[in-house]
């Protein structure tokens, strides 16, 4: 599994790049956000077999479980709690190397190693977040903030 992740991490750019406009082509004319999140979240599963990708929408003050691939998630998240939260509450992206060292770590899965969290702005409101996990350490980094940044602002919330 660690050399997968390598070959994906040397050629990471050039995997956005072919994958952005995929995402363009199943956004256009679909203006269902559910069906919107549930297929950016499978098309960023396949193309780099995170272990695991979705959002969480806020609503009623917490953010609630969206779509996503992979294992069971939690379903609801305090802001300024864990990286989801911390992410809400600062309103930018969060890039996690190792989770366990991050204070307040909510460890829906013990083989989840690093992560990324998006924002999803909107008003000058942050309205939901992508989360994405790897298995491995170290593993996001500005080129990840950089594509993902771009494909959650296609997405039409």
Known sequence: MAEDLNIISGNKAEEYRSLVPQIKGLLTGENDLIANMANVSAALKEQFQFLWVGFYVVKDNELVLAPFQGPVACTRIQKGRGVCGSCWQDG??????????????????????????????????????????????????????????????MINF
């Open 92 to 153: 930018k992206t969060l890039i996690v190397p190792d989770v366990e060292k991050f204070p307040g770590h909510i460890s829906c899965s013990s083989l989840s190693k690093s992560e990324i969290v998006v924002p999803v702005i909107k008003d000058g409101e942050v309205v939901a977040v992508l989360d994405v996990d790897s298995e491995a350490y170290n593993f996001f980094d500005n080129t990840d903030r950089k594509f993902l940044e771009e494909i959650v602002g």
